[in-house]
C-alpha cells in the first residue's frame, strides 16, 4: 500500500518520460517496476512510483536521453531480478553490476532509449 506523499520544499516529485510509443512504455514500466497508471480527465496517461512519492507522464514531444546528463536512479530490492524484468520487457543493460562498487547498481536503456539507474537497497 502506497504511504502519503511526503511534501517538502526542494523534493523532486515528477518526471516527463520521453516515449515513442507510450502504451509500449506503459507495459515496460509496469512490468519492470510496479509502477501504478492512472489516466487523467485530460486524458493523458500519468504514473506513480511504488510508494506514491514521485509521479509523471510519458510524452512524445520530447527526443529520448540515451547519454546520461541527469541520471535518475530507480531503488529496487533485487537488482538481478530487476534486471530480468527490464530485458524481458525490451529494456538493455547499458552499463552491468559493478561499475559504482560499493554500490550496487546498473543502468538500463528502456525500450526507447532513455538512460536510468537502478540501485540495489535491500528493505
Not at 34 to 45: A, E, T
Not at 47 to 56: A, C, N, P, R
Request: charged share 20%; proline share 7%.
Amino acid at each position: 500500500m502506497a504511504n502519503e506523499p511526503q511534501y517538502a520544499d526542494g523534493k523532486i516529485c515528477y518526471l516527463e518520460i520521453p516515449a515513442g510509443d507510450i502504451p509500449a512504455s506503459v507495459v515496460f514500466y509496469q512490468k519492470a517496476f510496479g509502477w501504478k497508471v492512472r489516466k487523467r480527465s485530460s486524458g493523458q496517461i500519468a504514473f506513480d512510483d511504488t510508494v506514491g512519492q514521485v509521479s509523471g507522464t510519458w510524452v512524445q514531444s520530447r527526443k529520448h536521453s540515451n547519454e546520461p546528463g541527469i541520471l535518475v536512479y530507480i531503488m529496487v530490492f533485487d537488482i538481478n531480478k530487476t534486471i530480468e524484468a527490464i530485458e524481458s520487457n525490451g529494456g538493455k543493460i547499458v552499463q552491468p553490476i559493478g561499475m559504482d562498487a560499493p554500490e550496487i547498481t546498473a543502468r538500463f536503456s528502456d525500450p526507447f532509449g532513455n538512460v536510468f539507474g537502478i540501485f540495489e537497497q535491500k528493505p
